[in-house]
């Protein structure tokens, strides 16, 4: 099922016009809100949203509508107690059949069969789905079976926005395994009213009308067990995110013709073709066919009374799928693409080294395993571009994984923690304390020269009973096709300094300009430089300024910007996107010179001092005692004895 955290959506009343709210929750458990915060309820009786009010433990509707203003004492964002919320869901399952309740697990975050949902599983292989669109009485679709076809099977599919077709999008993220195509039949028209399929499932009457128009069951049973292998009802209109018609996955046994339904997903098929999207189809299929627990957090539930966010955007299972508004849903995660048999490239990161990361690899997973077998860490390159695209960060996912785990529990403790939690890289973990971040621009590693996750930096890499995996990543390089990164125990980072102060006059107007040299004995290779320079001018726009390596590379600090300003006394790090990238990689010992030069007339100035810091993985401590050690970092390829 498919999860909203406060986004504001259109809701039809039965007597009264569209309405707009806010909606918390999923289809066995929602709230509303009206946009200026006031809980509402939807009033059958009346046939229209009205004001809640408290009665016990219960939310109950005031009568009054909301073109009223709301009635005295009322107070914002009323809601149930936990304890009131867990007896509606029971209330719900309660209805349904023993078949239907054994897929339930006691809650979908949780993933009893190898952290997968019970059920039957087509995640690999050649599957066919039938997809029926309805009308209802009241409300009808321009869009046709052409155009959802078209959305399910097209190649190179990229209409309203999307990213792909849906059978793209599986055929990408299984590594090709799974070829997921749907026969599309309809639109039906049903005998009923939009609202009365509120509180009735339309599923048995939309497949009656498809039946009686010819449909063959059997078409759609590719394993031959009699059982259809995904049925999706779609009706007319924007998905309505209120009772059976909120978008969700069941299971449902009908039989036609000596063969029987199995899970069915239900979601809006939009007013018109232009608000077709691939996202909830996305997601609802990967629990219809894959079997994927969701990966967001339902709120209060299985006495967890708090709201988190899960994995957030990271995944398509969840809240990935709402991307762009469902245009381009993220990827199916490593963590659950390894549980799908998608990956046939298992890459062990317990053996220290460099290693890299290729984006839009899907067919494989890097793995370090832990002290037991159920958790682990998977590493994945995530930078925003393909089906990242629409990510809220770019750079290097780490995630801590247990097949026994759920994504309600957000504490992070040995008995209650994410079943894939993404180590958010500023360390705030926002996607466990606050719901309302489904992910920001500071979760993943991008960049990092030296250490970025220990068992003792924040995020760690501790197994949830704070044992001491042993994993240590460091040096991870920007955000590209193919991140760089190694793993394990690490020589010492070491550091090299230098300073000069020539209190040099730099002549006015000549190109030849000064130099100055700083000797750096130490030998090993530049991974990070930092040059400071403090320079007395009256017109800095004049001045050209480089730096040469001792193998004679030179790069430019300064290249006659800043106009009349006066004096230079600034750093520069090639940590800095565009900043002293020629000297990465240089060897470090020998004569480093600064060449600074006036290039116009009239103004002048004179070079003060100027200092340089060198950060290398390799460095001869025999050679200075200019050397500071630091956080240990990795040395190449593997393995120490
Ligand atoms: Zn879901």
Redesign the pocket.
């Given at each position: 099922?498919?999860?909203i955290y406060g986004e504001i959506l259109t809701f039809p009343q039965q007597s009264g016009p569209d309405i707009r709210l806010r909606v918390f929750g999923?289809h066995d458990y929602s709230r509303y809100e009206t946009i200026s915060g006031f809980t509402v309820i939807y009033d059958h009786g009346l046939g229209q949203f009205c004001y809640a009010m408290e009665s016990g433990e219960d939310l109950v509707s005031t009568g009054v509508s909301l073109d009223h203003s709301p009635p005295e004492g009322i107070v914002r964002h009323l809601s149930e107690p936990n304890r009131t919320v867990g007896n509606v869901v029971e209330r719900l399952r309660r209805g349904e059949s023993a078949e239907a309740r054994s897929h339930h697990t006691v809650n979908?975050t949780f993933g009893p069969n190898q952290g997968l949902l019970n059920g039957r599983r087509l995640s690999i292989g050649t599957i066919r789905g039938l997809t029926i669109l309805v009308n209802f009485s009241d409300v009808v679709s321009t869009t046709t079976a052409a155009h959802v076809a078209h959305m399910t099977n097209g190649p190179n599919y990229t209409l309203n926005g999307n990213a792909s077709s849906v059978r793209d999008y599986f055929l990408t993220v299984s590594n090709g395994k799974l070829d997921y195509t749907n026969t599309v039949v309809g639109p039906y028209t049903l005998s009923q009213p939009r609202a009365f399929y509120m509180t009735q499932l339309l599923v048995e009457e939309a497949l009656g009308l498809a039946v009686a128009d010819g449909v063959d069951l059997s078409h759609f049973d590719s394993q031959g067990e009699g059982i259809v292998d995904a049925l999706n009802i779609l009706y007319a209109g924007q998905s309505v995110y209120q009772g059976n018609l909120w978008p969700?996955?069941s299971f449902l046994e009908l039989t036609h013709g000596g063969v029987r339904t199995n899970l069915y997903l239900l979601t809006g098929l939009g007013r018109n073709p232009n608000e077709l999207t691939i996202g909830t189809f996305c997601?609802?299929n990967?629990?219809l066919l894959c079997r994927?627990p969701?990966m967001?957090d339902y709120g209060s539930r299985d006495d967890d009374d708090q709201d988190s966010a899960g994995i957030g955007r990271y995944c398509l299972?969840g809240s990935g799928?709402h991307l762009d508004f469902g245009r381009s849903p993220a990827p199916v995660c490593a963590y659950l693409r390894d549980l799908a048999g998608w990956c046939d490239n298992v890459i062990d990161l317990n053996t220290d080294g460099n290693y890299e990361s290729i984006h839009g690899d899907y067919g494989t997973v890097m793995k370090y395993r832990s002290s037991k077998p159920n958790e682990y860490f998977v590493v994945e390159n995530r930078t925003r571009q393909g089906l990242d695209r629409a990510l809220p960060a770019s750079g290097l996912a780490v995630y801590h994984c247990d097949i026994f785990g759920s994504n309600e529990y957000q504490q992070g403790s040995a008995t209650r923690h994410y079943q894939c939690a993404l180590l958010q890289a500023d360390g705030r973990r926002d996607l466990e304390n606050d719901a309302r971040n489904q992910g920001d621009s500071e979760d993943l590693f991008a960049q990092v020269s030296g250490i970025a996750l220990t068992s003792t930096t924040n995020p760690h890499t501790r197994e949830w009973d704070m044992r001491d995996s042993g994993l240590i990543l460091a040096d991870i390089s920007a955000p590209a096709d193919m991140m760089s990164f190694t793993v394990g125990a690490t020589s010492p980072t070491v550091t090299a300094t230098g300073e000069s102060m020539p209190n040099l006059a730099i002549p006015d107007n000549l190109a030849g300009g000064i130099t100055d040299a700083i000797v750096i004995a130490a030998s090993g290779v530049v991974e990070r430089i930092l040059v400071k320079v403090d320079i007395v001018h009256t017109y800095i726009g004049d001045l050209l300024i480089e730096l040469s390596a001792p193998s004679g590379t030179r790069d430019v600090l300064h290249a006659r910007q800043g106009g009349s300003q006066d004096d230079l006394l600034t750093i520069y790090d090639s940590d800095q996107p565009g900043e002293l990238n020629a000297m990465i990689g240089q060897p470090m010992q020998g004569i480093w010179t600064l060449h600074v030069s006036d290039r116009a007339g009239l103004d002048t100035g004179t070079l003060v001092k100027w200092e340089l810091t060198i950060v290398s993985t390799s460095l001869d401590r025999s050679a200075d005692s200019q050397i500071a050690v630091s956080a240990p970092v990795p040395r190449g390829r593997p393995v120490r004895s």
């Open positions: 099922m498919t999860g999923s979908r969700h996955n997601h609802e990967g629990h994927f969701d967001y299972m799928n």
